[in-house]
């Protein structure tokens, strides 16, 4: 017993040893050096969870959107350096294509490739090399979405405006449901040659063209869609069957990097494309502190680095840590994920700045608000009790738990960068004690009490909180509203249950909903407010209706940005904060801690993976840095080996003196 | 024998029954089809693509027993076209469908999951095991000293701390501070893998050690008072042979029915240190199943767990027969 | 929905309401803590008159280990129980006398360390109001008082677990033990169902089902608990049965319930004591795992499980916030462990050659 003891003692020792080398948790990357010698660079990303499907015309969630966005290009896509406000440039398409209006009301925009673009080389191409991408590839794309088949949540929106998308999938239908590619095709898409075609649309519509910046009306190659069908065929060695993926999980895309390894809900991997040339860095336009990084870049070929790692972390903590031993290059709080709090990194500590990380923040296109349920009798019919509630929160304490006070409070519906949105405004009914006391007297209950009763008025705070971290903000938040007498309970959901709750209706006043921009319109975010949009089909989870709010969205949802689109926003948003069916809270903040070998270069929020080709790395510092960010201390080892030896040792000094 | 097994067969399918309609009641109260389908398909889906979505799966018809009359577009026909009377005429095929969330197979899933449990409480179990009877026998070996008090105390206060402790502890000193093992992740490609479960399989072993020690030590201190031992001793065999060849290997019938009946369960892995440490097995499967309310996932989880439970069991009662014959399994 | 239905929901809603409001009403909490000391007292008094209880009365009282540790369960009780009992305050309700105690104690912002006079923030460094003798959580809520306040969590959880599955668990198993035959089969399935689900899912499901709260913990934590008290018992009972005295009672032509009553019930009782106080450390520990799992306390409720959970995120931050997890593990250590070595006194004290 006891020499097996020694022996496995020794060995547990020498295993730590050996396998303790290193803590280094990433792969290894494709290749050491480019083949003109240089270091080969790698991007180490994370993504908040696994994806369900890469298909261009079916997959809306922000989670793909990492994925999908570095492998395939869009029409047009957003200006990297451009924020104040937003703007769309040209990408796929030459420039950006402009409105003619048509006499009979239709609206035609004429739209032009840039030629040579390639897809990347697959097996579904003969000979295994990608092709030109050609108009009919946009054609093909929009028929897809006509396609029952194929589930797309966008057709029911686009189709409303693009002329003939309707009829293809009508004709699908009756011919059992699969679209013939062939035959039906979708009339408002017309190719005119190899790399110009025509938009047809059947109303004036200003937003399409930021439709054409979403991956959903990216031109797709049939021999992709049709090579991966998911079923059995002989590829493997020597002609054994294998099944193929479905094209979900396999794209055929045209972007600055290629999918080359993907292990299901673990990790992706992607590599530079070798042929890319539709963007280069742009030369200009970046604020003044990023001048030193940006300046030689200008002009750039693209992507800067050559493989990206991607990493699936379903919580934020352990990405945090692996950031500090430097394993991460980046680290950020991701879009719309109510459930991911950064509460850790309020400001870098000064041994984190020390070591050359920079925390940037900006913020996010989105606001976030608390929503009363109009529906319900107590909240729904007392607008005064609403606007006192308003009154007595105060989203600054919030902010400074959540944000360390970096986000900024929201005023209004709008976010910074939509046009419309007024700096100088301020919500009549945003935090004010007093305000909320005088408020909730004239509703009918001073002091916060039910004068039938004596007792406070009860309310139901709804909220997702499956974390620490989550509930001590919903505490917060339950201390909050009770400032104007009222007693607040709170209860606790999961994120499933929640969305089901809202779908139902079944709550009073409902915390964690909001709303993340699409797209730079203000038309994204009113139309959260009109009737017609009620859950479970719409996103109207306050079920606020009101007919002049109504009468004038429709008015101004297809306008130009013109001064009286302005003015009717103005009103509009009036309306909205006088009825307060929402308690505004703020603006989400983004934080972004970046290593010193991967520094931010552009504060663009409605650029997730698109910004990827743009982000430079310098492996020669990251390879310097890293071991001495995680040195090895050999002390407990030595003391953890003693401790066992003294132990054993007094075992076998007892034995020896029983046994004599 | 030959007949308790066949009672044993028959038996087994009423309780995976009665497993399942307890599953069954309690998620068909948690949470609706249609909600789990919004969820999947995201914001912008149509109640068109919901609906088609529940057909495919079969989540359109009637929860448990379609006694009232059809309803204009309900799917479905005969009492039993029901979803739980479907779901069972599945599992019993062992087909075990395909997960509402990912749409992955899972057959596929649980076999890629397996393998990291496995990998964690394989090594954790037999590693445990054989460190919790080396220091049981040493503690009987130095019994009635103040070692064995300490050794007792120890062990107690071992199980007094709650497993999450331990794992906040270990991966903030070992793993953050010392740097010898990486705070997160999981790879299996090759010997260097094996970094990544050192520190969790450690773990695994401290948070079970104190009981089981104190359990193997209770067992062995018994066999220790029995008339053979002083005997034996009395014989003048030492004290090490004693312990090494008399007590080790009669207090072994006692430990390895209690040892072989978790087996079955190993497979399972662990909930708190595989949602720690990102090591993508059952157990966090699971664990994320819940939060999404993956019910396809559950469902099936708790199908495989049942059937090795009572794999567990039966085989404990087959070892206990065999090891003693006194009892029958009458 | 068809009428019945919709009447039969009406009718468990009153009933549920009803209930919740009882069962949430202040003096109702104090009588069942009266009633829980009370029924203690009686089953002390009642059990002296046993021989064998008195034995191991004297065994107990003469180990050393066992006495202090039953000596720091009770100073955990007394603070529980304190945190317990309301008693009315001006017009804003209750207050605990824990509560009332602490009154004094100042409420920060944030974070600070223990004995600071500074808050933690790295941006914004603030006086502190008061002295924290182990600091402040997140919320500015002095530590050391949640700590204290946390015991009436620890304690209402196992105690209510308890007196749900004790009863349950003994009954069961006394029956199953004693009638044999379909009685037996019937509550072996019954158990096996249970067991057989993994009991995470099964917690984490009930409670979600159920809803956060501290006696919902205790309703889900009972389900899965009686099963193996009633093994144990079972196994106890049918040792019990084959013994001559029970054959020689029921040749005497006592009734069913009187052998069980009079006889078998008294000599497992023994087992009980011991399940009970060393289950109850369990459901403490089960409680913090819970809270972990996030289907623990609900929010505003102190307990250890939450401090612990909270401690993750706690510990990657910059300085470490240590003093939480700390003073949450040490407080239940405290009570698991003495829990721990009372049992195995108890035992010991019952059963001494078991030592």
């Given amino acids: 017993m006891l020499p097996l003891c020694r022996a496995t003692a020794l060995a547990a020792a020498g295993l730590l040893l050996f396998a303790g080398c290193n803590n280094n948790p990433q792969q290894k990357p494709l290749h050491e050096k480019r083949p003109d010698g240089s270091p080969w660079t790698v991007y180490y990303w994370t993504i908040p969870d696994e994806i369900r499907s890469l298909d261009p015309q079916f997959m809306y969630e922000e989670v793909s959107n990492r994925i999908l966005e570095p492998i395939q290009d869009t029409l047009l896509e957003y200006e990297l350096m451009e924020t104040k406000p937003y703007r769309v440039g040209p990408c796929l398409l030459e420039k950006v294509p402009q409105p003619v209006q048509n006499s009979d009301g239709t609206v035609t925009y ?132 294998k099944v193929r993926d479905k094209f979900a999980f396999h794209p055929v895309g045209n972007g600055a990097f290629q999918l080359v390894e993907w292990v299901r809900g673990q990790r992706f991997r992607l590599v530079r494309n070798e042929r890319y040339h539709t963007k280069v860095f742009p030369t200009g336009g970046w604020p003044p502190e990023r001048e030193a990084v940006c300046r030689p870049l200008a002009g750039h070929a693209l992507p800067l680095a050559d493989e990206v790692q991607i990493t699936v972390f379903r919580e934020f903590l352990p990405q945090w840590l692996l950031m500090r031993q430097g394993y991460l290059d980046n680290f950020d709080a991701y879009k719309d994920s109510v459930n991911s709090i950064v509460t850790s990194i309020k400001a870098l500590s000064p041994k984190w700045a020390a070591r050359g990380m920079k925390l940037s923040t900006s913020t996010w296109v989105s606001t976030f608000y608390m929503s009363f349920n109009m529906q319900d009798p107590l909240v729904g019919g007392n607008r005064k009790l609403r606007q006192a509630i308003s009154c007595s929160y105060d989203p600054r304490g919030f902010i400074d738990l959540l944000y360390g006070g970096a986000a900024p409070v929201a005023e209004q519906l709008l976010s910074p960068g939509i ?142 940005n013109t001064p ?22 703020f603006n989400k903040a983004n934080f972004m801690v970046s290593q010193p070998w991967a520094p931010r270069i552009h504060s663009n929020m409605l650029l997730d993976g698109r910004a990827i080709k743009y982000q430079p790395v310098d492996p020669v510092m990251r390879a310097r840095l890293q071991p001495s960010w995680n040195r090895q201390p050999m002390w407990p080892i030595y003391s953890a080996v003693a401790a066992l030896a003294a132990i054993l040792g007094y075992g076998i000094v007892l034995n020896r003196k029983r046994n004599v | 024998m030959f007949s308790y097994l066949i ?18 009641v309690l998620f068909s109260v948690l949470q609706k089809p249609e909600t789990m389908a919004r969820t999947v398909l995201g914001k912008r889906a149509t109640p068109k693509t919901v609906q088609d979505w529940l057909h495919t799966r079969g989540y359109d018809k009637p929860t448990f027993l379609a006694t009232g009359p059809k309803k204009p577009g309900q799917a479905g026909e005969g009492m039993f076209d029901t979803i739980f009377f479907n779901e069972m005429r599945k599992l019993a095929t062992f087909n075990l469908g395909v997960s509402d969330v990912t ?50 105390f120890a062990c107690v206060g071992l199980m007094s701390v709650p497993p999450m402790v331990y794992i906040i502890f270990g991966q903030a000193v070992i793993a953050l501070s010392f740097n010898y093992f990486p705070a997160f992740g999981y790879e299996m490609r090759s010997w260097s893998s094996i970094r990544f479960l050192l520190l969790p399989v450690a773990l695994m072993i401290v948070i079970n050690l104190g009981s089981e020690v104190r359990l193997y030590r209770a067992v062995f201190l018994e066999e220790i008072g029995q008339d053979y031992v002083r005997t034996a001793q009395a014989k003048g065999v030492s004290s090490v042979r004693l312990l090494l060849v008399h007590v080790l290997k009669n207090g072994m019938i006692a430990l390895i029915t209690y040892v072989v009946a978790q087996l079955p369960l190993l497979i399972l892995g662990s909930l708190l240190v595989e949602n720690f440490f990102g090591i993508p097995g059952l157990g966090n499967l699971l664990t994320s199943a819940i939060q999404t309310n993956d019910f396809a996932v559950i469902r099936a989880t708790t199908f495989l767990t049942a059937i090795l439970y009572i794999i567990g069991l039966t085989i404990t009662d087959i070892l206990y027969a065999v090891a003693d014959p006194r009892i029958r399994l009458s | 929905m068809d009428a019945s239905l919709w009447f039969q929901n009406r009718l468990i809603g009153a009933a549920d309401s009803l209930f919740r409001r009882v069962v949430e009403s202040l003096w109702f909490q104090d009588v069942l803590i009266l009633a829980a000391v009370g029924f203690i007292v009686w089953l002390v008094v009642h059990g002296s008159r046993s021989e064998r209880w008195r034995q191991a009365w004297v065994r107990l009282r003469r180990d050393r280990s066992g ?77 050391f008082v949640q700590t204290l306040r946390a015991c009436r969590t620890a304690l209402l959880i196992g105690g209510i677990t308890s007196a749900i599955y004790v009863p349950l668990g003994t009954l069961f198993g006394i029956f199953a033990g004693y009638f044999r035959g379909w009685i037996d089969d019937a509550i072996q399935y019954f158990y096996t169902v249970i067991y057989s689900i993994p009991e995470i899912l099964l917690l984490i499901s009930l409670l979600l089902v159920l809803g956060k709260s501290v006696t919902n913990m205790s309703i889900a934590l009972a389900i899965t608990a009686w099963v193996s008290l009633c093994r144990l018992i079972r196994g106890e009972t049918m040792r019990q049965a084959e013994r001559p005295y029970v054959a020689a009672a029921r040749a005497l032509g006592q009734s069913h319930w009187k052998i069980i009553t009079q006889h078998l019930l008294p000599n497992v009782m023994h087992l009980v004591l011991i399940s009970f106080v060393l289950g109850f450390s369990h459901l403490v520990l089960a409680e913090a795992i819970l809270s972990y799992l996030g289907v623990g306390s609900p929010i505003g409720t102190p307990s250890w499980g939450s401090m612990i959970d909270g401690a993750r995120g706690e510990f990657s931050r910059d300085p470490l916030v240590w003093w939480n997890l700390t003073s949450a593990t040490a407080a239940l250590f405290g009570l698991v462990l003495s829990l721990n070595i009372f049992g195995d006194s108890l035992r010991r004290a019952f059963d001494p050659k078991r030592g």
């Fill in chain 1, 419 to 560: 046009p419309g949105y007024d700096p100088n405004f301020k919500n009549p009914y945003g935090f004010n004690l007093e305000k909320a006391r005088r408020l909730i007297a004239e509703a009918g209950y001073p002091d916060g009490r039910d004068p039938n009763t004596g007792r406070p008025l009860e309310i139901t705070l709804d909220g997702v909180a499956t974390g620490a971290e989550e509930r001590q903000l919903m505490e917060y938040m339950q201390r909050q509203i009770e400032q104007c007498g009222v007693k607040v309970n709170v209860i606790e959901n999961t994120f499933a249950r929640s969305d089901e709750k809202q779908d139902q209706g079944n709550f009073q006043l409902l915390t964690g909903t909001g709303w993340g921009a699409d797209y730079p319109d203000p038309e994204n975010y009113f139309f959260l407010f009109y009737s017609k949009n009620f859950p479970p089909a719409g996103k109207n989870v306050s079920r606020y209706k009101n007919a002049e709010f109504d009468a004038l969205f429709e008015k101004m949802a297809t306008m130009e």
């Fill in chain 2, 7 to 24: 009672r044993r067969l028959l038996y087994t399918p009423l309780i995976i029954f009665g497993v399942m309609l307890l599953t069954f």
């Fill in chain 3, 67 to 143: 006495v202090a540790a039953g000596v720091v369960i009770g100073l955990y009780l007394g603070i529980g129980v304190l945190e317990m009992i309301q008693i009315p305050r001006d017009q804003f309700g209750s207050i605990s006398i824990l509560g009332w105690l602490t009154r004094g104690v100042a409420q920060e912002t944030s974070y600070s360390a223990p004995w600071a006079s500074t808050s933690l923030s790295i941006t914004r460094v603030e006086k502190l109001r008061g002295w924290h003798l182990l600091g402040t959580d997140a919320l500015g809520k002095d530590t």
């Fill in chain 1, 110 to 241: 004429h739209c032009a490739l840039k030629p040579g673009v390639l897809y990347h080389d697959d097996p579904c191409f003969p000979g295994g090399e990608g092709r030109e991408v050609v108009a009919s590839d946009v054609e093909y794309a929009f028929q897809r979405l006509s396609d029952p088949v194929v589930q797309s949540p966008f057709f029911s929106n686009l189709s409303d405006y693009v002329i003939g998308m309707q009829e293809a999938y009508d004709a699908a239908k009756k011919a059992g449901g699969k679209l013939n590619y062939d035959t039906m095709k979708v009339s408002g898409i017309e190719v005119l040659d190899a790399h110009h075609f025509d938009l047809k649309l059947s109303k004036p519509y200003p937003q399409i063209i930021y439709w054409m910046a979403l991956h959903c009306t990216t031109p797709v190659a049939r021999e992709g869609v049709e090579f991966y069908d998911g079923l059995p065929h002989a590829d493997g060695p020597k002609g054994r069957i």
């Fill in chain 2, 103 to 152: 749409g992955r197979e899972l057959k596929e899933v649980f076999q890629q999951g397996a393998i990291p449990s496995l990998l964690l409480t394989l090594p954790a179990y037999v590693a445990g095991f054989l460190m919790a009877v080396g220091f049981a026998l040493f503690l009987v070996f130095v019994r009635k000293s103040a070692l064995d008090t300490a050794g007792v």
């Fill in chain 1, 564 to 585: 009286e689109r302005m003015k009717i926003i103005k009103r509009m948003n009036d309306i909205l904060v006088e009825d307060a069916p929402i308690v505004l809270e």
